[in-house]
């Protein structure tokens, strides 16, 4: 009996009684899509608090939840909400959020923009030769987010290495969504935004990590292997935070697809769609495309976060296992009990998150004193007409030896 209890408060066994009850309800509506969300959320609300208040009457042992009520009605929500409402509506919905969150954290911010990406600072606008970058990509499945998602968690990051007395500001790049702009103009604008830090900016690429979370932990480690590709200097590290770095959906998938649906917020309904929307004529199995596939060999050291209960997971211990045997030095944190990006909703899952996001910045905090003890990277593959450079003296020979320019 205790086992059928719980049976009953699964997400995909909710939903669909949730739904049919407000069929009727929705259909009045113009906009039934985004009216079933609300009425959805209500009713989901009610039958799972309900279920479990009569729980505790129950004469037999009590069934156990995975998560605590509020964790449930919000990933049921935010589940309904990718799988059923238009890219407009999700769009606008990913926007409002920071919007209501901002009532009550306002961050310092600056916008930038060039003629080539835009994004934000977040903050002291002042740079100077002593500043620490993080180059951040949101997540969003490469069609929807925006660089005001996570305010918290970037002024966490700022306050906790200035307390440490390295001066951080977190840039993050708003960069080109699918279907309008496919791949790979995400990653090309990630290049340019690296460009923009490194040669007119002037922060020395081991003073720079470059971070995301989901679509943008995928797009991080993207960027990362086109600059490796390229043969620019590389930055300290990166820090993938549930990164999704195989978008081969059509075929078999991980087993944690299956395992964790009813755990996570996103489907592989959801995530079919938006790699299709972002890949479109691409292969799915392109290195750049899907990155847990590429040689990691040369790549700087990583930070990878990711929730034991999201679908993600167990494409989050190939990468990590793909790194270690290409002798790159790994950092994991893995929740057992958090889903997909956990430590950037500090809103929803409280002390986890704010664990998670402790984690994040005291690694973040050893690899910059780390690589401050380091040598300066080799400049040799600067080039003089993607960075600003100039040489020590007038070169009398091409191979003349480069000098790194600060603003």
């Known amino acids: 009996m205790g086992n059928a209890v719980s049976l009953l408060t699964r997400p995909r066994v909710v939903a669909p009684i949730s739904i049919s009850l407000l069929a009727f309800?929705?259909?009045?509506?113009?906009?039934?899509?985004?009216?079933?969300?609300?009425?959805?959320?209500?009713?989901?609300?009610?039958?799972?608090?309900?279920?479990?208040?009569?729980?505790?009457?129950?004469?037999?042992?009590?069934?156990?939840?995975?998560?605590?009520?509020?964790?449930?009605?919000?990933?049921?929500?935010?589940?309904?909400?990718?799988?059923?409402?238009?890219?407009?509506?999700?769009?606008?919905?990913?926007?409002?959020?920071?919007?209501?969150?901002?009532?009550?954290?306002?961050?310092?911010?600056?916008?930038?923009?060039?003629?080539?990406?835009?994004?934000?600072?977040?903050?002291?606008?002042?740079?100077?030769?002593?500043?620490?970058?993080?180059?951040?990509?949101?997540?969003?499945?490469?069609?929807?987010?925006?660089?005001?998602?996570?305010?918290?968690?970037?002024?966490?990051?700022?306050?906790?290495?200035?307390?440490?007395?390295?001066?951080?500001?977190?840039?993050c790049v708003d960069y080109s969504l699918a279907p309008e702009h496919p791949f790979p103009t995400a990653i090309e604008e990630g290049v340019t935004a690296y460009d923009y830090l490194v040669g007119e900016v002037g922060i020395l690429p081991k003073k720079i990590i470059i971070a995301g979370d989901s679509a943008g932990g995928g797009l991080a480690l993207s960027v990362l292997l086109r600059l490796q590709q390229e043969k620019y200097p590389?930055?300290?590290?990166?820090?993938?935070?549930?990164?999704?770095?195989?978008?081969?959906?059509?075929?078999?998938?991980?087993?944690?697809?299956?395992?964790?649906?009813?755990?996570?917020f996103l489907t592989l309904h959801t995530l079919r769609r938006m790699a299709k929307s972002y890949l479109q004529d691409e292969p799915s199995d392109n290195p750049l495309?899907?990155?847990?596939?590429?040689?990691?060999?040369?790549?700087?050291?990583?930070?990878?976060?990711?929730?034991?209960?999201?679908?993600?997971?167990d494409d989050v211990w190939d990468l990590i296992e793909n790194a270690t045997n290409n002798e790159v030095e790994v950092h994991h944190i893995i929740n057992p009990k958090m889903p997909h990006i956990y430590p950037l909703l500090p809103e929803f899952f409280g002390s986890a998150s704010q664990e998670g996001l402790n984690q994040i910045a005291n690694w973040m905090v050893d690899l910059f004193r780390r690589t401050a003890l380091s040598d300066p990277p080799s400049l040799h593959s600067l080039?003089?007409?993607?960075?600003?450079?100039?040489?020590?003296?007038?070169?009398?020979?091409?191979?003349?030896?480069p000098c790194y320019k600060l603003n």
């Open 383 to 401: 080039t003089r007409n993607r960075f600003s450079t100039f040489f020590c003296e007038e070169p009398k020979t091409k191979n003349a030896t």
């Open 234 to 264: 590389i930055p300290a590290g990166a820090i993938l935070i549930s990164p999704w770095v195989d978008l081969r959906l059509d075929g078999d998938v991980a087993a944690s697809y299956g395992n964790n649906q009813d755990t996570d």
């Open 25 to 171: 309800l929705v259909q009045r509506w113009q906009k039934k899509t985004l009216v079933g969300f609300l009425l959805f959320g209500l009713g989901y609300s009610i039958y799972a608090s309900t279920v479990r208040f009569f729980c505790l009457f129950l004469p037999f042992s009590r069934p156990s939840f995975v998560y605590p009520l509020h964790h449930q009605i919000f990933i049921a929500l935010l589940r309904y909400g990718f799988s059923q409402m238009s890219l407009e509506q999700c769009r606008f919905s990913m926007t409002l959020l920071p919007k209501v969150f901002s009532l009550l954290h306002r961050p310092a911010t600056t916008p930038v923009e060039t003629q080539s990406f835009r994004g934000i600072w977040y903050g002291d606008a002042d740079l100077n030769d002593n500043v620490h970058v993080v180059l951040y990509f949101h997540g969003g499945g490469y069609c929807m987010g925006n660089v005001h998602q996570y305010p918290v968690a970037h002024q966490r990051w700022v306050d906790h290495c200035t307390s440490e007395r390295l001066p951080l500001r977190v840039l």
């Open 289 to 313: 495309a899907s990155p847990a596939l590429a040689n990691l060999r040369g790549l700087p050291p990583l930070c990878i976060c990711a929730g034991d209960r999201e679908v993600f997971i």
